[in-house]
């Protein structure tokens, strides 16, 4: 399944724009209970002044999403069902895979 995807996250590498540079991506939180306890796997802290010009990869809206999330409502055999997904940060600004969120996440 392909989702549209948002991302608020500007310290990853693959984020052009709001968009994504990956063809799919994969979100980790197989216990969570709320969106902070998930994070995109698929972070990659943006080199220190690094553009948004520097991805290899032309950015989409589009995204293929795995999701360990367990707990969550748009799960369906660890793969995202919702329509639309934002990931964002649960910190300032994030710099490690830890600092990220699917801000999507809604428990079952």
């Not at 590498?13 to 994070?39: F, K, M, W, Y």
């Amino acid at each position: 399944m392909t989702n549209r995807l948002e991302c608020s996250v500007t310290s990853c590498r693959h984020n052009n724009s709001n968009l994504c540079d990956l063809p799919s991506i994969r979100v980790d939180g197989p216990g969570a209970r709320e969106s902070s306890q998930t994070c995109c796997e698929s972070f990659e802290a943006r080199c220190q002044g690094a553009s948004n010009a520097v991805s290899s990869t032309a950015a989409s809206p589009e995204c293929s999403i795995e999701c360990k999330a367990q707990n969550c409502t748009y799960n369906d055999n660890c793969k995202c069902d919702a329509p639309c997904v934002c990931v964002g940060c649960c910190c300032s600004d994030a710099s490690t895979i830890s600092g990220t969120e699917c801000c999507t996440f809604q428990e079952k």
